[in-house]
């Protein structure tokens, strides 16, 4: 989406389970000189309600109904696999990314990096607590600079895997936002996020992880052509399985993006 277009966001509940919403949200950008209109983006959203008097107390979802059973029993399938894929995550949780002393280019320690931020009110709910779109807007910021001192060129973000919040975020905590290159393809790169936050003002505790997620990024020349991405150098055995990992994903969401055109294509 450029500048001086017009974006149109829609939303609507697809499924609920007992402790949850999915929410799809599709983003339409027109060009008003034009009137020509294209779907710039589209995201899944997984909301958790919370008790008002008791900020950590889950309530129930009231159920909705669904116009064929057909649609339940695909938003239940998405809800199991995104359930999982948090478990999954929870595992890793204990990384973290610790400073290398003189990297070389196009390796992991060459291009990671850390962002720190103070929570203040304007970032907050009227709970207190973190706006997850103010989290996601830092992790891509960071993911952002990864990327570019990898590529040394222009970057966009091309998608993100589920961004996963694992503990709630309140004002006052120092938050520290940190990337690494994870895989990198001919003209793609995944780049790990982590969130980590220290809430040393209200009531002191341990840092604690509290949002992960992945980003890929794509490299462009100036004209907005798709560029090569240098290849990522793993060196410890820690990389080179994460880089693995990164591949199978890449693989997993290619095929993903194949058969989803395939299926508009026949409609």
């Known amino acids: 989406m450029c500048i001086g277009e017009v ?5 609507e509940i697809t499924y609920t389970s007992r402790h949850s919403v999915e929410v799809q949200v599709n983003v339409m950008s027109e060009n008003i000189l034009t009137g020509a209109k294209k779907v710039t983006n589209k995201a899944t959203l997984w909301y958790v309600p919370l008790s008002l008097k008791n900020v950590n107390k889950v309530v129930e979802v009231p159920p909705i109904q669904y116009a064929r059973k057909e649609q ?11 359930k999982l894929d948090r478990l ?19 390796t992991v320690g ?18 207190g607590f973190v706006h997850g779109g103010v989290t996601m807007k830092l992790m891509d910021e960071v993911a952002g600079i990864v990327a570019a001192r990898h590529c040394k060129t222009n970057i966009v973000t091309a998608s993100v895997d589920a961004i996963n919040f694992h503990e709630k975020i309140k004002k ?3 938050i ?5 290159m994870t895989f990198t393809s001919n003209k793609s790169m995944e780049i790990e996020v982590f969130v980590d936050a220290d809430p040393f003002v209200d009531e002191p505790r341990e840092r604690y992880r509290a949002v992960s997620a992945f980003f ?27 880089f693995e990992e990164g591949k199978g994903r890449y693989l997993q969401t290619k095929a ?12």
């Open 176 to 180: 520290t936002v940190s990337g690494r």
């Open 256 to 267: 993903k993006r194949q058969a989803q055109m395939q299926q508009s294509a026949q409609q």
């Open 110 to 127: 060459y291009s990671q990096s850390s962002l720190i931020h103070l929570v203040g009110p304007s970032d907050c709910t009227l709970l």
């Open 216 to 242: 890929t990024y794509v490299s462009l020349s100036k004209e907005g052509k798709p560029l090569p991405v240098p290849q990522l150098l793993t060196e410890t055995e820690d990389e080179k399985r994460r």
């Open 7 to 11: 974006a149109n966001v829609s939303a």
């Open 72 to 82: 339940e029993d695909e938003g239940k399938k998405r809800y199991e696999e995104q």
């Open 88 to 106: 999954e995550t929870k595992q890793r949780n204990g990384d973290v990314i610790l400073p290398v002393i003189n990297p070389e280019p196009h």
């Open 172 to 174: 006052g905590c120092v």
